[in-house]
């Protein structure tokens, strides 16, 4: 059973700067795909960020691109989303999601997810 555990979350002010890591156990991390979603209360999850099982990709939502950045290391089986220049609606929990090999944009192509991590920006 794979097994994801964000951290990395809290209140940072408008402008500011964020690594949300997510580190994976119980799988096979290197055939993994990893992504980043975001929610806040009363909307659908949205995709914020993808990463091939190879570091394929990365794909971003226009919302984020040239602000946030993807990655994995392989050695700890992490990924992490570094977010720069963050603005009060960047505030929500964020998700990491894990699947098989290939990156992907929809929630619905994720099996595996974690308990999420609170991002609050503030103006």
């Known amino acids: 059973q794979v097994q994801l555990v964000e951290s990395g979350g809290g209140l940072v002010q408008d402008g500011g700067s964020l690594r949300l890591s997510c580190a994976v156990s119980?799988?096979?991390?290197?055939?993994?795909?990893m992504g980043w979603f975001r929610q806040t209360p009363g909307k659908e999850r949205e995709f914020v960020a993808t990463?091939?099982?190879?570091?394929?990709?990365?794909l971003y939502a226009d919302s984020v691109k040239g602000r946030f950045d993807i990655s994995r290391d392989n050695s700890k089986s992490t990924v992490y989303l570094q977010m720069h220049s963050l603005k009060p609606e960047d505030t929500a929990v964020y998700y990491c999601?894990?699947?098989?090999?290939?990156?992907?944009?929809?929630?619905?192509?994720?099996?595996?997810w974690g308990q999420g991590t609170q991002v609050t920006v503030s103006s």
């Open positions: 999601a894990a699947r098989w090999f290939r990156a992907s944009m929809s929630t619905a192509d994720y099996a595996y």
């Open positions: 119980g799988g096979i991390w290197s055939n993994l795909a």
């Open positions: 990463i091939g099982w190879s570091s394929t990709g990365p």
